[in-house]
């Protein structure tokens, strides 16, 4: 069965830093590309991040760009995220989610970030 | 960036009635073009692949059609637990993107 477990949200103030964490189990890890896509409070799903399996290519969302760095440790099974100067509206539940062929074939129960001073 | 743009943002219906939600997308996407479903306090299920696969485990009612720009999602007969949001998706082109979202309520 495959699980995704994230970790590493909280409450941090705009301009900080905050790593994400998220632990496959299930599958061979390093076989799949992997995803974050956040929601806002009440709000629809927008698609952050992907990191190839082999991470020798990852891709952003614009609003993230030189912000966010989207990492795996393929011997750990985990995918990181790393948001620095983080803003208001970077709030929210980040999902990690494992990719095929484009879709996104299996979901994490997300961490919260806020961010608020 | 291609935006999709959902409609109808709510859809007020009963079980055992048929819905259809629509996609459009700003530019064509081919069939690239998938569907989730989102339960209040889960995480979102892939429901639709490719326009029109239905994903492992996916009932027979739930069926995908359209290419290019116009895409449809259609629950042939609704159950009680098909009451949720849905959300179209591609990945034609970076970014990838979300339309909004369909609520469908009882």
């Known amino acids: 069965e495959v699980q995704l477990l994230e970790s590493g949200g909280g409450l941090v103030q705009p301009g900080g830093s905050l790593r994400l964490s998220c632990e496959a189990s299930g599958f061979t890890f390093s076989d799949y590309a992997m995803s974050w896509v956040r929601q806002a409070p009440g709000k629809g799903l927008e698609w952050v991040s992907l990191i190839t399996g082999s991470a020798d290519g990852t891709w952003y969302t614009d609003s993230v760009k030189g912000r966010f760095t989207l990492s795996r440790d393929n011997s750990k099974n985990t995918l990181y995220l790393q948001m620095n100067s983080l803003r208001v509206d970077d709030a929210a539940l980040y999902y990690c989610a494992q990719e095929r062929s484009g879709w996104l074939i299996q979901w994490g129960q997300g961490t919260l970030v806020t961010v608020s001073s | 960036e291609i935006v999709l743009t959902q409609s109808p943002a709510t859809l007020s219906l009963s079980p055992g009635e048929r819905a259809t939600l629509s996609c459009r997308a700003s530019q064509s996407v081919g069939t690239y073009l998938g569907w989730y479903q989102q339960k209040p306090g889960q995480a979102p299920r892939l429901l639709i692949y490719d326009a029109s696969n239905r994903a492992t485990g996916i009932p027979a009612r739930f069926s995908g059609s359209g290419s290019g720009t116009d895409f449809t999602l259609t629950i042939s007969s609704l159950e009680p637990e098909d009451f949720a949001v849905y959300y179209c998706?591609?990945?034609?082109?970076?970014?990838?993107?979300f339309g909004l979202g369909t609520k469908v309520e009882i």
């Open positions: 998706h591609q990945h034609s082109n970076w970014p990838w993107t």
